[in-house]
C-alpha cells in the first residue's frame, strides 16, 4: 500500500515531523509565513492529510480541489477558519488539539492581567526611553493592588477553569459567565455565575476567554464596555473578534475602562497604524499565549497524532465534525 501523503503547512516542531515521516509522505511548507491561498489550494490537490494552522482557510474552493483529502488536523483549538459544513459533505474528518495549551494561556492571561493592572509594559518603555529621572515618588506609576479584586471570567471552558484556580490562589472573588451554568465547578473552584450584564458591571478584571462563535462574535461592543466599572480592566485572550475594537479605542480614549490587555485582534497582524499602539493604558502582544516549549511541542504531536489515527482507521479523540463518519465510515480511509 501506498504511504499517504501528508501537507504541513508551517514549520512545526521536529518531533511531530518526525511522527508523520514514520509513516507518510510528507511535505512541508518550510517557512514561519503561512502559504498563499494559491499554494495552499495547489498542495492540497494529492494529499490525503493536511496539517494547518488557525491561518490557513480551509473552505470550498480548498475542498474542490483537494479531491483525495481524507483528513484535516488543525494545531489549534479553535477552527473558525475551516468550513465543517464542506468538510463533512466531502467526508473529510476534521480534527483539532483542544486542551494541551490549557496551561500555558491561562498562566498568560494572570501576566497580562498583572502586567497591566501595574503598568510594568509602560514603566519598562518609561525607564528605556530616559525618562526616570527621579529615584523614588509616592505617586509614581501607580496600579490597583490584585489581591481581594473580582475578576470576570467569560467562558468558563478549560482555559477559563484553569485561570479560575489562579486567580483564587491569588485572593481573588472570582465570578464568570457562560452559555450554560456550571453548578459543580462552582462548588469545586470556589466561583459564582452571573449574568453577563452583572458581570460587567462587578468585574474588577474580565478575561475572556469563550470561543469565537456566531453568538460571541463582538459581543464586547460600546454598551458592553460602557457598563464596566471605569477602574477595571479587559483582558482577551480569545480571538479578536469577540471584542469590537472600535468601540474599545474608543473607551479607552475616553476613559470608560482603565486599560486593556490584548493577546489577539480583529485583523492579524495587527496594523501599524492601529490606534491601539499608541496607548500607554494597553498592553499589546503578538498571539503569544500558547507559546511555552512545551505547550508548542504537544501541540504539533497531537495534531500530527490525530492525523495517524484517523488513517489508521481510529476515532481521533478531537473530532469536531463526527457525523463525517455516517458520510465516509473509518474504514474507507484507513491507509495504515
Not at 488557525?54 to 480548498?62: A, H
Not at 488539539?97 to 519598562?124: G, H, K, Q
Not at 477559563?160 to 451554568?181: D, E, N
Amino acid at each position: 500500500m501506498a504511504r499517504p501523503r501528508v501537507y504541513v503547512s508551517r514549520r512545526i516542531q521536529d518531533s511531530a515531523l518526525r511522527l508523520l515521516r514514520e509513516h507518510c509522505d510528507v511535505e512541508l511548507y518550510d517557512s514561519e509565513c503561512p502559504p498563499p491561498k494559491s499554494v495552499l489550494v495547489k498542495s492540497l490537490e494529492d494529499k490525503d492529510a493536511a496539517l494547518i494552522l488557525l491561518s490557513d482557510t480551509i473552505d470550498r474552493e480548498v475542498l474542490d480541489k483537494a479531491e483525495r483529502l481524507r483528513v484535516v488536523s488543525t494545531m489549534s483549538a479553535g477552527y473558525d477558519h475551516i468550513d465543517l459544513k464542506e468538510a463533512t459533505a466531502r467526508g473529510v474528518y476534521v480534527t483539532n488539539v483542544p486542551s494541551v495549551l490549557t496551561d500555558a494561556v491561562a498562566e498568560f492571561s494572570l501576566a497580562l492581567l498583572f502586567s497591566v493592572a501595574r503598568r510594568i509594559v509602560e514603566a519598562d518603555r518609561f525607564l528605556r526611553r530616559g525618562s526616570w529621572k527621579i529615584a523614588w515618588s509616592p505617586m509614581f506609576m501607580l496600579g490597583p493592588e490584585i489581591s481581594g479584586k473580582t475578576l470576570g471570567i467569560i467562558g468558563l471552558g478549560a482555559i477559563g477553569k484553569a485561570v479560575a484556580t489562579r486567580a483564587r490562589c491569588l485572593g481573588m472573588r472570582v465570578i464568570y459567565f457562560s452559555r450554560t451554568r456550571k453548578p459543580d465547578v462552582e462548588a469545586e473552584l470556589g466561583v459564582s455565575y452571573r449574568p453577563l450584564k452583572d458581570l460587567l458591571r462587578e468585574s474588577d478584571f474580565i478575561i475572556l476567554s469563550t470561543a469565537l462563535t456566531p453568538e460571541t462574535f463582538k459581543m464586547i461592543g460600546e454598551p458592553e464596555l460602557r457598563s464596566m466599572k471605569p477602574s477595571s480592566y479587559l483582558i482577551n485572550i480569545s480571538r479578536g473578534a469577540v471584542v469590537d475594537e472600535k468601540a474599545l479605542v474608543k473607551a479607552l480614549k475616553e476613559g470608560w475602562i482603565a486599560g486593556a490587555a490584548l493577546d489577539v485582534f480583529e485583523k492579524e497582524p495587527l496594523d501599524p497604524d492601529n490606534p491601539l499602539i499608541g496607548m500607554d493604558n494597553v498592553v499589546l502582544t503578538p498571539h503569544m499565549a500558547s507559546a511555552t516549549f512545551e505547550a508548542r511541542r504537544r501541540l504539533a504531536e497531537k495534531a500530527a497524532e490525530n492525523i495517524l489515527s484517523v488513517l489508521r482507521g481510529q476515532a481521533p479523540p478531537s473530532l469536531l465534525n463526527p457525523e463525517v463518519m455516517r458520510v465516509k465510515p473509518l474504514e474507507m480511509v484507513k491507509m495504515l
